[in-house]
Structures are given as structure tokens and as C-alpha cells.
């Protein structure tokens, strides 16, 4: 039988009787941040994560209910996990889903819970997120032109998706991040439009580079931008000061530019990784828990858990997925990538 764990009043450290660090991986990262992707559904098709005809989803029955995410995060939270991050698909798109935050935040020691969306239902949704408990929320918008968002989002509207970015600062999310992912002659023109809008807004604006995966996979070699680049065209507005990151954060390089009310993040994923300090495990829709977004090595957690198996069982199978994380996601800038099998929507981002 395993002990039972305890948080340290400390560093909320969770060590077991044996006096294990079980947050800690085997090349000791400290592993605090679940993504957990609610749904493989998606009310977009944007041009490089999913196709635009024939996508497979997943038969609902496949899908983990509410009831059975929750069990795995409460296990997880006993593993070290501190922070769950809610996406998809949409994550939005899944009845329930204001409930099942509720939930969320009754659960001991869980110490944030945030949500990446594409922000068409945000309007909608919003004071009701709050209300439920959740304090930051991070909107997929990678331009600020109308007919450039229609085009990458094979239809979207840019103007829903504003009016629910302003709904939700509104609403007192805060921070409200806007995730922007940077693409040579797609979007690579309003990397300043994106910046200088934190000077009118206190939102955070993190640039994303484009990664090999989903329908980026081709395309990537041709439209890649870097963070250096987007940081060298950022500078050119006026002094910044880096910010530095807090204990839960993702990994994004965040700094302000002088007089700005909100700030930018640059997320190099390829060209400077941050494998070194990864802090995250990912949950997919159909259950199966991965240590690194590229690496498709997954425990499936769905299999046991409906055969009945016990959360002794589960927190082992899970604590054992911490400790073989893959040291890095072994990807090399500009050359042909491996493909992974999932695709971005059933992992979550
Ligand atoms: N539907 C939600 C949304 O749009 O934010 C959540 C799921 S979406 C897969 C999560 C994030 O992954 C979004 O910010 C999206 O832009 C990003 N993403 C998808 N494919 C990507 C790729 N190939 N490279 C970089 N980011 C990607």
C-alpha cells in the first residue's frame, strides 16, 4: 500500500514517507504543470494545426468524462502538479465545462487553474469562467486583421473574438494573454501591431514559434519565424525590461517595453528550447498522459481506470510517467522533423 503524501508547508514540495521527491523527473525537473486537453473538438480549422475536411475525432465514448479527469488530476496533484491548464480542441466547445472547473478548484493544493482558448465563445462565456474560478485566461488570436483571421482560421471572426478578449478583461480575468503564433508572410508583419498593443491594453502578448507539428509539420521549413527575430523587431519600438517568471510559469521569455500597461512573451519552442526547465506533463483527451509535446511515448490512463484499477495503481503508472519524461524533444531547427502521431488537437498545445 503507498503512503499517504503530504504537502510541504514550504515549497509545497510533495515528498512521500519514503522522503521521495516524486514531482522530480529523473534529470530532476521539478514537474508542477498538467495541460489537460478536455476535448479533441474544435470550433476553428486554423491553417497550421488541423486540416480543413476530414478530420478523425475521437468517438465520445473514447473521451475521458469530467468525472474521470478529475480523479487523474487529484492524482496528479498528489504527484506534484500545482497548476492545470485547460485546453483542446476547444475546450470551450465541451458542454459542462464550467462545472467541471468548479470542481477543479475545490481540489487541495491545486494551486492555479487557467485556460488557453480560441476566445470565439469567450464573450459568452467569460464572467461565467470567473464566476467558476478561473482567475487568467490565454486567447489564440494570431492577427489583428480581419480578413488575415478569417484566412488563418478557415472562417473566424475576428470581431467575436475581440469583443470576448475585452469581455473577458471586463469580466477581471487577469492576466488576459493573447497567444500569437508568428509566421513568415502570414503574420510576420504585425509583430510591432502586436507589441504596441500592450501599450493600450494590460494584456500579455506571447509570440509562439511555429512548431513541427499538426499541419505546421510541411510547412514549417518555409515560414518559421524566431523569437530573436521577433525580439530584434520588438526592440526597435523603445527600451524593455525583461521580466523575470514565476515558479509555475510556461516558458515564455517575458518582458515590457517602457510606458506599456501589458507585456510580451516570446516562446521559442525550437530555436532556443527550454527542455532544460520543462515543468509540464500533458493529458490527452482520451486519457493517455505524455512527458513531452513531441515525443508520442503516452500511459494510458483510461484503460485501467475503467477496468477498475485502483489509485494506487494509477498514481504509480503516472509517477512513472514523470520520472521517464524525455530529457528533450530532440527536434533540430530547419531540418526534417519526425512526425508525431497525435495530432495538436487531441494533446491540447
Ligand atoms: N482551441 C484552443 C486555442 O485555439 O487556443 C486550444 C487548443 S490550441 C491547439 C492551443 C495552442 O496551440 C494555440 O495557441 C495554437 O495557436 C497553438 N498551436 C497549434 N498548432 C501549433 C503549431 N504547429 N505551432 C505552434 N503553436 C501551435
Known sequence: MKNECSANAEDNVVTDCAKREISLDHNRRRINYLRLSVTDRCNLRCIYCVPEEGIQFQPHSEILTYEEMLRIVRLCVRSGIRKVRLAGGEPLVRRGILPFIENLCKIEHLQEIAMTTNGVLLKEYARDLRRSGLRCINVSMDTLNSERYRQITRGGSFE?????????????????????????????????????????????????????????????????????????????????????????????????????????????????????????????????????????????????????????????????????????????????????????NGIGG
Open 160 to 344: 467575436q473574438v475581440w469583443e470576448g478578449i475585452e469581455e473577458a478583461e471586463e469580466a477581471g480575468l487577469d492576466p488576459v494573454k493573447i497567444n500569437v503564433v508568428a509566421m513568415k508572410g502570414v503574420n510576420d508583419d504585425e509583430v510591432l501591431d502586436f507589441a504596441s498593443l500592450t501599450y493600450r491594453k494590460p494584456y500579455h502578448v506571447r509570440f509562439i514559434e511555429l512548431m513541427p507539428i499538426g499541419e505546421a509539420n510541411a510547412r514549417v521549413k518555409g515560414i518559421f519565424v524566431s523569437g530573436d527575430e521577433i525580439f530584434r523587431q520588438i526592440r526597435s519600438l523603445g527600451p524593455v525590461r525583461y521580466v523575470p517568471s514565476g515558479r509555475l510559469d510556461g516558458p515564455a521569455s517575458m518582458c515590457a517595453l517602457e510606458g506599456a500597461r501589458g507585456r510580451i512573451g516570446v516562446i521559442a519552442a525550437l530555436s532556443h528550447h527550454f527542455c532544460k526547465t520543462c515543468n509540464r506533463l500533458r493529458l490527452t483527451a482520451d486519457g493517455h498522459l505524455r512527458g513531452c509535446l513531441f515525443s508520442d511515448r503516452e500511459t494510458d490512463l483510461k484503460t485501467p481506470m475503467r477496468e477498475g484499477k485502483d489509485d494506487d495503481h494509477l498514481l504509480d503508472l503516472i509517477e512513472n510517467t514523470i520520472l521517464k519524461k524525455p530529457k528533450d524533444h530532440g527536434l533540430v531547427l530547419h531540418k526534417q522533423q519526425r512526425k508525431c502521431v497525435r495530432p495538436m
